[in-house]
T-cell receptor, first 112, second 107 residues
Framework: DGGITQSPKYLFRKEGQNVTLSCEQNLNHDAMYWYRQDPGQGLRLIYY???????QKGDIAEGYSVSREKKESFPLTVTSAQKNPTAFYLCASSIPPSHEQFFGPGTRLTVL | RKEVEQDPGPFNVPEGATVAFNCTYSNSASQSFFWYRQDCRKEPKLLMS???SGNEDGRFTAQLNRASQYISLLIRDSKLSDSATYLCVVRRNDMRFGAGTRLTVKP
């Protein structure tokens, strides 16, 4: 079945540690996105990538980094520079012309 | 002002009721419009795209008013399974999400 997978589903880390969230898709979509969702707020864009080996900052990129070495994979690293990393992280992909986005199941990160 | 604004609710309605959600957006250059549904602690899933002429999918009807920068979603004959948060999404160069309207359908 085609889809987007994210792992792990739940992640606990100590403050000051970097952590990498996985996102893989087999939909053959060119574009991939990372969002974070906080309670009572809409999704906020962290980074996006329209094509392999290229990515752009979203609205809240500070404290995060990404790579796009393969079309299928778009991992997100939450660095120790991110002031408030505890959140629900969602990965998505899309394809023109509709640009409808399809989401993975998300990773809940808790920093202790 | 937020780019996409929705009434957060919650809307509590009985089964069989008709309920309408509204959404306004600030950027007149927005090109595409969507409604997503998000269940508690799950990822958003596309409910329907919204077209200029309005469109219907079973019990769901979406309307777009570009002049007023306003989008609506109407749910007829509500089911218990419709309970969720409904996200209004607007696209210009990237997708902008509203914070969502929470719906609870009660027996």
């Amino acid at each position: 079945d085609g889809g987007i997978t994210q792992s792990p589903k739940y992640l606990f880390r100590k403050e000051g540690q970097n952590v990498t969230l996985s996102c893989e898709q087999n939909l053959n979509h060119d574009a991939m996105y990372w969002y974070r969702q906080d309670p009572g707020q809409g999704l906020r864009l962290i980074y996006y990538s329209q094509i392999v080996n290229d990515f752009q900052k979203g609205d809240i990129a500070e404290g995060y980094s990404v790579s796009r070495e393969k079309k299928e994979s778009f991992p997100l690293t939450v660095t120790s520079a991110q002031k408030n990393p505890t959140a629900f992280y969602l990965c998505a992909s899309s394809i023109p012309p509709s640009h409808e986005q399809f989401f993975g199941p998300g990773t809940r990160l808790t920093v202790l | 002002r937020k780019e996409v604004e929705q009434d957060p609710g919650p809307f509590n309605v009985p089964e069989g009721a008709t309920v309408a959600f509204n959404c306004t957006y600030s950027n007149s250059a927005s090109q595409s419009f969507f409604w997503y549904r998000q269940d508690c602690r799950k990822e958003p899933k596309l409910l329907m795209s919204v077209y200029s002429s309005g469109n219907e999918d079973g019990r769901f009807t979406a309307q777009l008013n570009r002049a007023s920068q306003y989008i609506s979603l109407l749910i007829r004959d509500s089911k218990l399974s419709d309970s969720a948060t409904y996200l209004c999404v607007v696209r210009r160069n990237d997708m902008r999400f509203g914070a969502g309207t929470r719906l609870t359908v009660k027996p």
